[in-house]
């Protein structure tokens, strides 16, 4: 841990309530119990760290003692504070959560742990050569990862402590600061501590980051305020003795304190509104704290009738709170010499919740007048604690929403539990969920990178392709110079893919795989047919054109897939001759036979029945009865039947209308005989996923529905472990179809079952 901590809080007292929180575990263990623990840690690493040096340059033993310095600062208990000196002792350890563990118990190894293994990661982070918008991800991810380790607060406690240790070192050297850690600082550490609540390292780190980021515009605001410093202090402090003495006379008690304004808030808000410093009205600024809000009114009443009021510049943030919960009156007035004021009053409660933040509440109302060190852990007490914890959480959510815009998913700290965060060699952080893969690492850095995946290296260590990753780790992929993926990463069983999106390429990726080898078996029949009648000639994408297709590929697909008929490219390329048509009508002379049993068809209509001599059921989409259906009067072999949805009929329709003829189904049997009735040739297509004994699973299913199964057409591809087959089965009539396709489709290893 080389590297300066990167954050917490420094020095107010405001903070101890959140401080405590997250410093106080429930149980103690007995070598913490045991004399001063900052005492005992201080002597345990000063051997460790004495000459050693930080990659900032500090002093290693020098900022763990300021890093204790900004804890006990804001409030922190004497656990936290001797936190700071294992932290960085444990970098020179051979195993330092085991030594540490032995010596002073779990708490402080699993945040010694924690806080070196956060530690490692955003130095990474830093150190990587990024342009400008992966340094704006970057960013986005290590305030993520913040929020990752924020189940243990002590962790993000030690991390802001730390980093505003290191900002006051360079101030105090008066070195130019690291840019990539003066903008996390500014953009990371900072918002995360006005988020806790802990202003004044908010502030603190808000003007030590202008100081290095622009240090023209800082210098220039810090003369401004020089400038009329002892003549603001002076007036504030006059201001804050009459305001006293008014409300005193009006039998209101209250606290007024005098509030300096910081450097960079003062520039935000002069580059935010266009203002000159003359123009900031709230540089000069009173506090006023009352006991109730019926007060906090009274208060601001006698404000008014002692100063003028500057128009628009009141907001009752009692009567309409903001959105974390911060309530008080503001009032811009005219001081005595003519100057804006702010004024802010709250109530005491309000003043509490503004300072000290979420949770901290909690914890003041519990130690009441004994202080923390009285405070009994009792049940009810952990119950509170717990509460508090997770309103730090929500909290800490709430911010990531700020900046990412994203909607609230998980409550209570589990939107925390579902990420982690890993490096490429280059040191740039990929974000995967929570037990994501090496699979998912590539596939999150390039499709094709996923693809030919064959093995990774974690922390420079070969590990199998499912092994979980943890934060922190760095991953290299082992690619091959091509190839696709296994099946066997869809298993979910095997554990290789936990990424939605990475198991969503996979599959694409077959799905591909299958349409090529769908169109590649289209082409080869339709060149085979054209070799035969001798066209090789014929360029493929205009023959496709002819036949209503967009282009060869959509014409070879769906040849491949047995939907379109090889015969229309038979009749395209020999074209019919006209057939004779009186009015442009086709007249069909039924046989007398028929015409006797009653099912000739009325005005020219064909009736399909079992004698229906002059029809044929066409083989490309094979109708059965209740099916809509078309006629087609073909050269030769009387009148085709095709259903009404079949694509080639629509082919030939759009082709050669005048060839289309309403046809019906006739009888089941004859009208006074005891005939069988008639049954119909169907195609049903089944996709699975290929193993032993599949066929005969799927023909016993056909036998128990007593569907006589006529031929079987099957095609597997291993490499894929996928089968495809085709039932030609016949059947009455198709209502009991999609029943016995619901049987067949429930076969282990089924994936579809359909009517062709």
């Known amino acids: 841990m080389k590297t300066a901590a990167p954050g ?69 208990a004497p656990a936290l504070c001797a936190a700071s000196y294992l932290v960085y002792a444990g970098d020179y350890l051979q195993r330092p959560e085991e030594v540490v563990r032995k010596a002073f118990g779990e708490s402080y190894a699993s945040l010694v742990s924690l806080t070196r293994q956060l530690v490692q990661i955003q130095r990474a982070a830093r150190e990587a050569q990024l342009g400008a918008a992966q340094r704006a991800e970057q960013t986005e991810r290590n305030r993520k990862m913040l929020l990752a380790f924020s189940r243990d607060l002590r962790v993000v406690l030690l991390r802001l402590a730390s980093r505003l240790q290191t900002l006051r070192w360079f101030a105090a050297e008066r070195r130019p600061c690291p840019l990539a850690l003066a903008v996390e600082s500014q953009q990371v550490f900072a918002p995360l501590a006005n988020r806790l609540g802990i202003w004044q390292v908010k502030w603190e780190l808000e003007d030590l980051s202008f100081r ?11 003369r401004l305020v020089d400038e009329t410093r002892a003549e603001r202090e002076r ?18 008690a209250a606290d007024v304190q005098g509030r300096p ?15 000159d410093f003359a123009q900031v009205l709230d540089a000069r600024a009173l506090r006023v704290i009352v006991d109730d809000v019926p007060a906090c009114y009274a208060a601001l009443a006698r404000v008014h009738e002692a100063w003028t009021p500057v128009d628009g510049e009141f907001d009752d943030y009692i009567a309409r709170p903001k959105p974390n919960g911060y309530q008080s009156l503001h009032t811009v007035v005219r001081g005595a010499d003519g100057r804006p004021l702010e004024v802010q009053i709250r109530t005491r409660a309000m003043h509490e919740h503004a300072e000290h933040g979420v949770a901290a509440h909690w914890m003041y109302k519990e130690a009441g007048v004994r202080g923390y060190a009285g405070v009994t852990a009792s049940g009810e007490f952990e119950e509170r604690i717990a509460e508090a914890r997770k309103a730090v959480l929500r909290e800490l959510l709430a911010w990531e929403r700020d900046f990412s815009g994203q909607a609230a998913g998980a409550g209570d700290g589990a939107a925390f539990d579902d990420r982690i965060y890993v490096f490429t060699p280059q040191a740039t952080i990929i974000d995967l969920p929570a037990g994501g893969t090496p699979v998912d690492f590539a596939y999150s850095l390039h499709t094709d990178l996923g693809h030919r995946c064959r093995g990774a290296r974690v922390d420079g260590a070969m590990v199998p392709l499912n092994t979980p990753l943890r934060s922190g780790q760095t991953v290299e992929v082992v690619a091959a110079k091509e190839g696709g993926p296994s099946l066997d990463w869809l298993n979910a069983e095997l554990g290789y893919l936990k990424s939605p999106r990475a198991r969503a390429k996979v599959r694409a990726w077959f799905n591909a795989q299958a349409q090529a080898q769908t169109v590649a078996r289209g082409r080869e029949a339709v060149e085979k ?26 014409l070879f697909e769906v040849v491949g897939k047995d939907e379109y008929s090889l015969r229309h490219i038979e009749q395209l390329l020999h074209p019919a001759e006209a057939v004779p048509a009186d009015d442009d009508r086709i007249v069909l002379h039924r046989p007398r036979s028929e015409a006797a049993d009653g099912r000739a068809g009325k005005g020219g209509v064909l009736v399909v029945g079992i004698d229906s001599l002059l029809t044929t059921l ?28 079949c694509s080639n009929l629509r082919h030939m329709a759009a082709r050669d209308p005048g060839r289309v003829i309403e046809v019906a189904w006739g009888e089941r049997g004859a009208a006074g005989g005891a005939r069988e009735p008639a049954v119909y040739p169907l195609d049903v297509l089944v996709e699975a996923s290929d193993r032993q004994g599949l066929l005969r699973d799927i023909s016993e299913v056909f036998a128990k529905e007593k569907v006589n199964v006529t031929g079987v057409h099957t095609q597997s591809a291993r490499d894929r472990g996928t089968a495809w087959m085709t039932f030609t089965v016949e059947v009455a009539d198709t209502t009991r179809l999609a029943a016995v396709l619901q049987r067949v489709a429930q076969v282990a290893g089924v994936r579809h079952a359909r009517r062709k």
Request: proline share 5%.
């Open 529 to 554: 047919l054209l070799q035969r009648e001798g066209r090789t000639a014929i360029k493929l994408d205009a023959l496709a054109e002819q036949l209503g297709f967009r282009n060869a590929e959509a």
């Open 8 to 76: 917490a809080a420094a020095g107010a007292p405001d903070a101890a309530a959140i401080v405590h929180l997250a410093s106080a575990p429930a149980t103690a263990a007995p070598a913490e119990a045991a004399g001063d623990p900052v005492a005992r840690a201080r002597a345990f690493a000063e051997p460790l760290l004495a000459g050693q040096a930080l990659d900032t340059g500090e002093d290693a033993l020098a900022h763990a003692d300021g890093v204790a310095a900004v804890l006990r600062g804001i409030g922190g």
């Open 212 to 222: 290095f980021l622009q240090p023209a515009e800082y210098q220039r605001i810090a």
């Open 235 to 252: 007036s504030v402090d006059a201001a804050r003795a009459g305001l006293a003495a008014l409300l005193a006379r009006a039998g209101l």
């Open 261 to 275: 304004k910081h450097l960079y808030s003062i520039w935000k808000k002069m580059q935010g509104k266009g203002l």
């Open 618 to 645: 066409a083989r490309c989409c094979r109708p059965a009865p209740p099916d809509a259906i078309a006629g087609f009067v073909t050269r030769g072999r009387g009148v085709a039947v095709h259903r009404r949805d």
